[in-house]
């Protein structure tokens, strides 16, 4: 079953911060699928390649 996730803070490229607070919210079965999720629609958002080395430092929370 598909479950709400949510994620509020920094995006980061190998210790360089691309974005201060960035907020993403995505439907996925797992927490890590979710956080998968999150990581394509940033590289996305900022035209980055796909193997960009993208990652987001704070938690991804469950949304109930």
């Known amino acids: 079953m ?4 949510r994620y509020e803070g920094q995006v980061k490229s190998f210790n360089n911060i691309l974005i201060d607070k960035w907020i993403g919210e995505t439907m996925a079965e797992t927490p890590r699928k979710a956080k998968s999720n999150l990581i394509y629609r940033i590289k996305k958002e900022l035209v980055l390649v796909s193997t960009s080395k993208v990652s987001l430092p704070g938690k991804i929370k469950e949304i109930v």
């Open 2 to 5: 598909r479950k709400l996730y």
